[in-house]
């Protein structure tokens, strides 16, 4: 399967860390906020059942589950991280159509949620909220 290009966005998940407080440690148990780490929204049936990416035109996303590594790059830093799976999300048909751009590269839809510390990684910083990235899936 090839890359899925796509918005990302960040959130906090285990120990307080820069922005976040304490928060529960995210569907697989291991997640924290300063670990470079991410939520997938097709980590299982219950998972993609939340998330539902097949409703913004998302479809053959890769089953993959806790502690599979992807590879993201960001189109407007050009920084390229390896992550690994920590979470369930994020809920993808909350976002469908919204568009983020930076220097007139563009992604839709909500496909990966970074916690801060990985995000701050791949955007630069958290200011942003969202940035379009590519992410290898194969």
Known sequence: MAGITAEASWFCCGN?????????????????????????????????????????????????????????????TGNRIVTSIADCGPQTDLFCGERTCCGGKCASNRVIDFTPAAFTALAGSLNSGLTPVTIDVA
């Open 16 to 76: 307080a860390w820069g922005p976040c407080g304490t928060a529960g440690h995210g569907a697989c148990g291991t997640c924290n906020s300063g670990n470079m780490q991410h939520a997938w929204p097709n980590t299982s049936d219950g998972c993609y059942a939340i998330t539902h990416p097949d409703t913004c035109g998302i479809t053959g996303m890769s089953r993959r589950t806790c502690g599979f590594r992807h590879a993201t790059t960001s189109l407007c």
